[in-house]
């Protein structure tokens, strides 16, 4: 069974950074891509940045780029996101997921952490 633990939420200041982690546990770490949604209220699940197995495709969004990035340490079967110059628009739940395949689209991903909450303040 797949498990995915988002951290590394919290409320900062616009400007500011966050890293959100999420740790994985149940299958092969290596051989699946991972992506980070992110969830606003009122607002439908939409795709943030995505990475292969390997690390060798990367994807963003255009409102993230440039200032988000992400990474794999698949020794330690985590994925990271690095979040800098923060503003009210990034706030969100955050979510971690896993797929067999990359890809931009929620429908592509078949498991999912409970989420962190991203706080941007003003």
């Known amino acids: 069974q797949v498990q995915l633990v988002e951290s590394g939420g919290g409320l900062v200041q616009v400007g500011g950074s966050l890293r959100l982690s999420c740790a994985a546990s149940?299958?092969?770490?290596?051989?699946?891509?991972m992506g980070w949604f992110r969830q606003a209220p009122g607002k439908e699940r939409e795709f943030v940045a995505g990475?292969?197995?390997?690390?060798?495709?990367?994807y963003y969004a255009d409102s993230v780029k440039g200032r988000f990035t992400i990474s794999r340490d698949n020794a330690k079967k985590t994925v990271y996101l690095q979040m800098n110059s923060l503003n009210p628009e990034d706030t969100a739940v955050y979510y971690c997921a896993q797929a067999y395949g990359l890809g931009r689209n929620y429908r592509d991903f078949d498991s999912w952490g409970q989420g962190t909450q991203v706080t941007v303040s003003s």
């Open positions: 990475i292969s197995w390997g690390g060798g495709s990367i």
């Open positions: 149940g299958r092969t770490f290596s051989n699946y891509a």
